[in-house]
């Protein structure tokens, strides 16, 4: 998951296996949220969203997954390739009094994947 | 399609001097934003403008500037530039404000690396 300080945390696998990329938010008034990818010296890329009303969201190779009881998501990749290797982050809306302010995207520390031939 | 361009891509500054980050895209976005990267950090954002004549503030809005030149343009501006301002400033863009009733694709430029001494 994601946490605080100068180290993120990293993730190392083989290629084929599949990855899974956990993020914890804190407010559980919290009602979106995005996946980027960030390949080193670019900027981020986004990667899949997901709203509150769901549990699971799926793209190309990719599966998100939302636990709003334990405020955690994840991010599922398929048969991870060296392509895979990036800096994923997850992203979203902060929620304020009077509403959420959508516009101030909010973005996680970032988890370093890792894929070896 | 350039998508969003950024300029300078690399600047080195003294303390205390001033200098204007560049940030266009053709993609006739509405709302622009600026953020900035430090090691170990997710994105922070600076200041956002969800639409041409309109500005807001982010997270770290202090010690910058910026200005939505007319809808293509954003520009980041430090007055008087410290140490604490040496990071990778991404410019990015979205169709609207991201979350609401859209979907949270921003899409950002390569970078800007600068550093204050």
């Known amino acids: 998951g994601e946490s605080v300080g100068l180290h993120l945390p990293t993730l190392s696998v083989q290629e084929g296996d599949n990855s899974i990329i956990n993020c914890a938010y804190s407010?559980?008034?919290?009602?979106?949220f995005i996946w980027y990818k960030q390949e080193s010296g670019k900027g981020p890329q986004f990667i899949i969203d997901?709203?509150?009303?769901?549990d699971k969201r799926q793209g190309q190779r990719v599966t998100v997954l939302l636990n709003k009881t334990v405020k955690h998501l994840s991010l599922q990749i398929a048969a991870t390739q060296p392509g895979d290797s990036a800096v994923y982050f997850c992203?979203?809306?902060?929620?304020?009094?009077?509403?959420?302010?959508?516009?101030?995207?909010?973005f996680g520390q970032g988890t370093i994947l890792t894929v070896h031939p | 399609n350039a998508g969003v361009t950024q300029t300078p891509k690399f600047q080195v500054l003294k303390t205390g001097q001033s200098m204007t980050l560049q940030c266009a895209q053709d993609?006739?976005?509405?709302?622009m934003y600026w953020y900035r990267q430090d090691p170990g950090m997710g994105l922070r954002l600076i200041y956002y403008s969800a639409s041409e004549g309109t500005t807001d503030k982010g997270e770290v809005p202090n010690g910058y500037n910026v200005s939505r030149l007319n809808k293509r343009e954003f520009s980041l501006r430090l007055e008087s530039a410290a140490p604490s301002q040496t990071s990778v400033y991404f410019c990015?863009?979205?169709?609207?404000?991201?979350?609401?009733?859209?979907?949270?694709?921003?899409?950002f430029g390569e970078g800007s690396r600068l550093t204050v001494l």
């Open positions: 997901i709203r509150s009303n769901m």
């Open positions: 407010n559980s008034a919290s009602d979106y």
């Open positions: 990015a863009s979205s169709s609207s404000i991201v979350g609401y009733l859209n979907t949270g694709e921003l899409f």
């Open positions: 993609m006739n976005h509405n709302s």
């Open positions: 992203a979203g809306p902060q929620p304020q009094a009077g509403g959420t302010s959508y516009g101030k995207l909010t």
